[in-house]
């Protein structure tokens, strides 16, 4: 009998293996600057005076509010290589038997509101009712541009670089734990008014890192940004590495993480490291320039908290807690796929 594969588990494909397709199956001609890696946010194509920097990536976890997550998820993607989101596409599939004229409507609203606020076109896309699917999913392609000498990629961290992180862990899973176990969490004993903030969050502090991005690029020498996404902090901090060839060491006290993430995560057991955390920003940034960068972002209402620094490949991926010194797991999936 042959040998009977392993099954992949919900979520981002393991790294080893999404490493390993990557160097076999992609492709690039000589106008693509930046191209398919691990920890490289999006591609980045010349053309001629400034780069276009292309990103697609598909909302899957949630249904409720989805337009306003395709947007802001894709263009922080743009944000972090210094870009600035410009055309937003969007493949926009609904479940049959359910979806009706008004339900699509309402994606295309909030597709459309959230694209305003970034001062970002909706210019394209696909839309179909299809069957296999029990809620909607967006797959959306955003779009921006950069002047070449303001590329950023998260492959320009540096060894003794400081590492900033914005706002806390993990804004994006915080709004989906409580939109997609609300009426469980009412039924435990959650106030109402608690769900309700903890829904906010896509709002309050919001899923978008365009301005913080922006702040912390004015303010100083910034070698690198990443977006932790599917993992959350643990696996933005391992790709982030993978892309830069460094280590990290973390300082676990260091790490903030909100309070309602907290309850939340200790309610359902999971790990606030490794739980989708769009929302917050990883900078690497020049030692020299890290307090002047951390004192703009805070002048501008974003926290920013001094976690860690970079460090040698041969140090690895490392966190200082109360256990000591030890290396940071890398979740072989996002924690929050255990209670969808």
Same mark, same amino acid.
């Given at each position: 009998?042959?040998?009977?594969?392993?099954?992949?588990?919900?979520?981002?494909?393991?790294?080893?293996?999404?490493?390993?397709?990557?160097?076999?199956?992609?492709?690039?001609?000589?106008?693509?600057?930046?191209?398919?890696?691990?920890?490289?946010?999006?591609?980045?194509?010349?053309?001629?005076?400034?780069?276009?920097?292309?990103?697609?990536?598909?909302?899957?976890?949630?249904?409720?509010?989805?337009?306003?997550?395709?947007?802001?998820?894709?263009?922080?993607?743009?944000?972090?290589?210094?870009?600035?989101?410009?055309?937003?596409?969007?493949?926009?599939?609904?479940?049959?038997?359910?979806?009706?004229?008004?339900?699509?409507?309402?994606?295309?609203?909030?597709?459309?509101?959230?694209?305003?606020?970034?001062?970002?076109?909706?210019?394209?896309?696909?839309?179909?009712?299809?069957?296999?699917?029990?809620?909607?999913?967006?797959?959306?392609?955003?779009?921006?541009?950069?002047?070449?000498?303001?590329?950023?990629?998260?492959?320009?961290?540096?060894?003794?670089?400081?590492?900033?992180?914005?706002?806390?862990?993990?804004?994006?899973?915080?709004?989906?734990?409580?939109?997609?176990?609300?009426?469980?969490?009412?039924?435990?004993?959650?106030?109402?008014?608690?769900?309700?903030?903890?829904?906010?969050?896509?709002?309050?502090?919001?899923?978008?890192?365009?301005?913080?991005?922006?702040? !912390?690029? &004015?303010? *100083?020498? /910034? +070698?690198?940004?990443?977006?932790?996404?599917?993992?959350?902090?643990?696996? $933005? @901090?391992?790709?982030?590495?993978?892309?830069?060839?460094?280590?990290?060491?973390?300082?676990?006290?260091?790490?903030?993480?909100?309070?309602?993430?907290?309850?939340?995560?200790?309610?359902?057991?999971?790990?606030?490291?490794?739980?989708?955390?769009?929302?917050?920003?990883?900078?690497?940034?020049?030692?020299?320039?890290?307090?002047?960068?951390?004192?703009?972002?805070?002048?501008?209402?974003?926290? !920013?908290? &001094?976690? *860690?620094? /970079? +460090?040698?490949?041969?140090?690895?991926?490392?966190?200082?807690?109360?256990? $000591? @010194?030890?290396?940071?797991?890398?979740?072989?999936?996002?924690?929050?796929?255990?209670?969808?």
């Amino acid at each position: 009998m042959g040998k009977t594969e392993k099954k992949l588990s919900a979520g981002k494909l393991p790294i080893k293996v999404l490493e390993r397709f990557l160097k076999r199956y992609a492709s690039a001609d000589t106008r693509v600057v930046v191209g398919a890696a691990v920890g490289l946010d999006s591609a980045v194509i010349d053309f001629d005076d400034r780069y276009l920097i292309a990103k697609t990536d598909p909302i899957t976890f949630v249904a409720e509010d989805i337009g306003v997550y395709a947007i802001h998820i894709n263009a922080n993607d743009i944000a972090v290589m210094g870009g600035i989101p410009r055309w937003f596409l969007a493949t926009v599939l609904l479940p049959e038997g359910s979806s009706t004229v008004g339900s699509a409507e309402r994606i295309f609203s909030q597709l459309s509101r959230a694209c305003r606020g970034l001062g970002v076109s909706l210019c394209g896309g696909h839309t179909e009712v299809t069957f296999g699917i029990d809620r909607p999913i967006v797959i959306g392609q955003m779009l921006g541009e950069v002047e070449k000498e303001g590329l950023i990629t998260s492959a320009g961290a540096r060894p003794g670089d400081a590492i900033i992180l914005t706002k806390g862990v993990a804004v994006e899973a915080t709004s989906i734990m409580a939109r997609v176990k609300e009426v469980e969490l009412l039924k435990k004993g959650f106030s109402r008014r608690f769900v309700s903030r903890c829904k906010n969050f896509l709002q309050n502090p919001g899923l978008s890192v365009l301005k913080e991005a922006q702040v !912390a690029i &004015r303010s *100083g020498r /910034v +070698r690198a940004m990443h977006d932790p996404t599917e993992g959350g902090l643990a696996s $933005g @901090l391992h790709e982030l590495a993978i892309a830069s060839s460094c280590g990290i060491l973390v300082e676990r006290e260091k790490i903030p993480v909100f309070p309602e993430t907290k309850r939340l995560c200790e309610f359902f057991g999971l790990d606030p490291l490794g739980v989708i955390a769009s929302g917050s920003l990883i900078i690497s940034v020049d030692p020299g320039d890290a307090p002047r960068v951390a004192r703009a972002l805070e002048r501008s209402g974003i926290r !920013a908290s &001094r976690i *860690g620094v /970079v +460090r040698q490949k041969r140090s690895g991926v490392k966190i200082l807690d109360e256990k $000591g @010194l030890r290396p940071l797991g890398l979740p072989e999936r996002d924690e929050i796929t255990r209670i969808l």
